[in-house]
């Protein structure tokens, strides 16, 4: 047992040695598995973190928001519903909310209008990214065009925290007055109800209830948003995966390449090992921890420098591609959070394929003749 | 379908699988029809030096199967909330009819590659090669199975629908029909004896294969790894799951891989799998004529058995230590 | 402590070019002997060598080391004997470039497992026998001929092998040189060791310490019992 481990240091102790002595090939092969590890490791790590976020928010959003639709198409909801649903078995509470979209043709985006209890009449709490686009800060006054062509001033008190910044990055929050003057809502509707059910179990039955209730209505459970938004990120990383597999085929072909093309000085190197006493499958022992060195090395380096670039650096490679349904980009930090799964996923698509690719140029280096040295 | 990263992950994992079991079954086919000891000629040389390949290769596919397995069961958790009605893997898995067809593939493929490498490590323990016929006709069964669980990997992927219902782990291990049905309606206490006796016999069994000679003692640890096996799975479904979510109701063998369940399966199910091929390996190994390995073979069943008894000893004080901190009692 | 019962070695069998490098060779070598194997170039001397050393099989006969049959062993039972019976000294030195002396010396004993510590001091005492403790962690592209000619010697005993096997060592060497090496190999077969040597030089083979001469041509045994 002990001889058997005293081997293993032995092999790869002798296989180190070797990859040093062979900087100049090595480092580029590396090289070129550290950037493919990178690759694959952001985006994986962006996805999930994402996701995450995505969870995260939804978590504390309502079971339920019911809405309306007359002749297939959205309408308000008329306040009076609130009462009704409020009166279902299974349901907490019930919130009419009011809320809606702006363009803005200056910066070419889109804003949320919520109304919010934290907003006084007169006076505004803007969305970090928002904020930063108008360069409008708390003290300072911020205009909107309302319906009827008229310009309305809002003082602006606070801005929302960055924690939460990937789907508040452009929301505005105002007083329930100031938006139906903004809007023109009438008075009496609402855009939507917010239905809290606290046993998960009850949900499908409160929201089969709404509809019968009101044939109009349109529940929309948290469990279905959530889905969407999973596979939305899950396609996209997906999708970016499908693209940087070709980067991977490039690398996998470098490196069956290097792996066979033996130097006249390796194979001369082998031929001596295996005439002194080493036989194949010592020298594909040697082989095995010269691998693993390569990908412990390439896999490390790959996973810590996608780590920092996703969660330090934002993933500023990758953001465009992945991320981007709205003009305003939210700078938001995405949680750092590194699983097991994230790490095993990313062993697969990378070291699992590059020991695939050079099982066989291994084994056929490792079966040089001895007798060649005396030749 | 589903373009998840993990499942990109499983693919090309499968795929790899499936290109090296071919290529090792390949590199057995001229074994299997040119092998002849007794001459020194060149092609003889060559094939010896396949061996090599081989076994590397299975080496490979074993390591590939096993962590593939745990991501696959993982993934299939994952993917749940995408799925209606599916509560966890189970679910997933039977969103159609490729997910537990392709899970018992893994599982018969991870038991088979480490047969495959016990039998190797026998065969090249004496110089005679005694084993090159058995070893390499499994190759041939190998490959295949490997080559249908990429195809049905895929499969289960691509037809896997995010809008379609599935049932739950609940429903699937409560109340419908089915063999995980009747596994989860088995009474616990019985399920538990019966693990303890499965247990207790698989221990005796290595002891007495660690201690004797006798060619019967190595065949009844195969036959109780076998018998074991079946039974700590039945029990797990039955009674140790139920224990560990400390929920009589909850069936699910595939929640203990769960951060809630303290990942308690990642002990549990590599210590069970870790019996079964060395207990099983040796049984096979008294199956084989391996007995012209005089001195060497022995010590190795010796030391098969004691892992057995290790691997035996972790899953059981595993599954102890749940049962005895758990809030749940049982009849 | 080796025999070879008519030994035929053919390359690239069954191909245009095939070609015979042994024909039924026979030969003894007893333990404690210092043979040489003389003969012109391409009279099959260096393909007997790698027969007996175990690095090639013979396309049939019989080899027995110690009274145990070699020829039909498989590769990884056949190397364990190797490692314990023969040292191989060869032709070009070949030591690996990059490598110290010291774990050049070394590398042989790698895969029998053998702990660092203890493989290391038996290293180091081979070196310092041969008068090279000191430059023990050069490089051996760094070595002069004559070093390099001993850390050669040095690596061919560190598994303590029963034989010195060596192919036309004195090939590439001057005078002074190849009588030092010759030296060398008399003072191992003094201490016991068995010595097996290929050599078309007449300063080998006219040696004192050897004991015997076989001479082969085309691929057979000449004669087999020739004195210095």
Redesign the interface.
Known sequence: M??????H???LD?AL?SLL?RKGKNAALIGVYTLVVFLLGS??FF??GIKREAARLLAEAPEIVVQRTVMGRYEPVPADWTEKVRALRGVSEVQPRLWGYYFDPGLKANYTFLVDRRAEPGKVLLGAALSRARGAYPGDTISFDAFDGTFTSFEVTGVLSEASELLSADLILIAEGDYRRLTGAPAGLVTDLAVRVPNAKEVPAVAEKIAGLFPHARPILR?EI??TY??LF??R???M??VL?ATLLAFLILAWDKATALSA?ER??IG???????????I?LMK?WEGCSVSLLAFGAGSLLAYWHVFAGNGFVIVAALKGWSTLYPSFRIAPYLGP?QL??????TV??Y??AT??P??RA??V???Q??? | M?????????L??SG?TA??TA?AACHGVGILRHWDLSSGSERQLALE?RT??TS??VG?VLS?EL??L??FV?SAD?IA??L?GAMCAVGTLQANGYGFATLYLKLALFLLSGLWLVLNHADNLVPDYPLIRPKYLLLLVLAPLSAAEAVLEALFFLRLK?DVITSCCGSLFSSAAGTETDLAALPPRTALIALVAAGAALLLCAFWTARSQRRLAPLLLGAAGTVHFAVALAAIISAVSPYVYELPTHHCPFCLLQREYRYVGYLIYPALLAATVTSVGVGALAVGRAETAAGELPRFRRRLARWTIAAELLFLGIVAACIATSQLTLR | MIETVGITKTYNQGKPNEYRALREVSVTVEAGEFVVIKGPSGSGK?TL??LVGG??RPTSGRIFVSGREISSLP??F??EI??QSFG?V???L??????SAL?NVM??????????TRLRRRALELLERFGLAGRAGAKVEWLSGGEAQRVAIA??LV?DPAAIIA?EPTAHLDGALAAEFLDLLAQLNLQGKTVLVTSHDPRVWTGRAVSRVIELRDGAVVSADGTP
């Open positions: 002990l001889r058997a481990v005293e081997r240091r032995h092999l002798f040695a002595r985006t994986l996805t999930h469990s959530l889905r999973d596979s899950d396609w990383g997906g999708m995966l499908a597999s000085e001369r190197e001596i090992l295996k005439a002194v006493g080493w036989d194949t499958g010592d594909m095995f799964e095993i996923t990313l062993f697969f698509l699992v394929p020991t695939a099982i066989v291994a084994w490792a079966t003749d001895p007798d040295v005396m030749r | 589903i373009l998840a990263p993990n499942v990109l992950a499983l090309v994992a790899a290109l090296l290529l030096r090599y390949l590397a290769l490979t590939f962590l593939s745990f991501l993982s994952r909330p995408l209606i995010p | 260096t060598l790698t690095m090639a590769e990884r056949l190397t190797r490692r191989f060869f032709q070009s070949n030591l690996i470039r990059g490598l774990e590398a042989p004993a790698y895969p029998s497992g053998e702990p660092h690596r061919a598994n192919d």
